[in-house]
């Protein structure tokens, strides 16, 4: 699997998730700064990891949104490419339409920092099938915009369509409430693209791959990726 | 030509900012303010002449960055 993290002025996971990505592919992913024209060729996956793109100034996301290279990660996912965006990452995607909906401020205004477990929606995805279907795995969470919003009408195509990918939810696998770190509509920690070729969160699988960070559950998507049939573009 | 642009949240679009905004005039016991929203103003100059062709040009840098039409309505004014 040949990754191409994106790196944005302000984003500060791009290691982490390179990282993450060498682990499960054991190949080095290229780095790619946000004013190249092109992703490198025959990239199978573009990773737009988390941070604070141009200091979220304007809205979380919105600069790095409508950068040169997103021209090309939208030509890649066209084209049926994969890409991730996590945290900042998923904010960015929202910002430059390959997503529908937003990020908005936490309900309760704080930033949230702590561990945070999910419930992986389905297992039949290019991300998840390393995992099983409604698996409740423990990853963290980090940001102040998380609170994911949409409109009814994208909602409703969103579940119709089985699109959602991660739920918040607690460690026994109850969804929502206290689990809900951020006010997201049904609990949504992460979605998919129409042809789930895209896939958002909010939650970093990045940080959780090495037991000495409190677990591994993390892994599993990077996995996925890598088994995930090749869609080089 | 000046002008600016002011954007705000749609209707119904949770405010958490302007929530708290509200709680701390109640809690300087400013009377009367019933809700609170928080909004963006960008005051902008421009090298046109044609009050149309600057609407239309700042109708362009709205839909396309000054504010995200998912949850944000804008106003143009031409000063």
């Keep these: 699997m040949r990754a191409a993290v994106l790196l944005f002025p302000g984003l500060n996971r791009e290691g982490d998730a390179m990282r993450a990505l060498e682990q499960a592919s054991g190949v080095k992913p290229i780095l790619v700064w946000h004013a190249e024209h092109d992703l490198p060729a025959g990239t199978d996956l573009v990773v737009v990891p988390g941070g604070f793109s141009y200091g979220d100034y304007l809205r979380c996301g919105a600069i790095a949104g409508r950068a040169n290279i997103m021209n090309a990660v939208r030509a890649h996912a066209e084209r049926g490419g994969l890409v991730l965006g996590i945290c900042n990452g998923f904010q960015i995607l929202c910002e430059s339409g390959l997503l529908p909906g937003v990020l908005m401020r936490n309900k309760d205004l704080k930033f949230v920092c702590r561990m945070q477990h999910l419930r992986v929606e389905r297992n039949d995805t290019p991300f998840t099938n390393r995992y099983s279907r409604q698996q409740i795995i423990k990853v963290c969470v980090a940001h102040g915009e998380g609170n994911y919003v949409a409109d009814p009408e994208t909602i409703a195509r969103l579940e119709g369509e089985g699109r959602v990918a991660f739920r918040y939810s607690d460690f026994n696998g109850n969804i929502g409430g206290e689990a809900n770190c951020n006010g997201s509509i049904n609990d949504i920690a992460g979605i998919y693209s129409e042809r789930m070729n895209v896939l958002g969160m909010m939650p970093h699988p990045e940080n959780l791959i090495d037991p000495m960070m409190g677990g591994i559950d993390g892994r599993g998507l990077f996995e996925s990726l890598v088994h995930a049939p090749a869609r080089a573009a | ?79």
């Design chain 2, 1 to 79: 030509m000046k002008a600016r642009v002011t954007v705000t949240l749609k209707t119904g679009v949770l405010d958490p900012q302007g929530k708290a905004i509200e709680g701390a005039l109640r809690s300087l016991a400013i009377e009367g303010v019933d809700s609170v929203r928080q909004g963006k103003v960008f005051d902008l100059e421009l090298s046109l002449e044609d009050p149309a062709r600057a609407q239309a040009v700042l109708k362009d840098a709205c839909e396309k960055l000054l504010a995200n039409t998912v949850v944000e309505n804008y106003r143009i004014e031409i000063l």
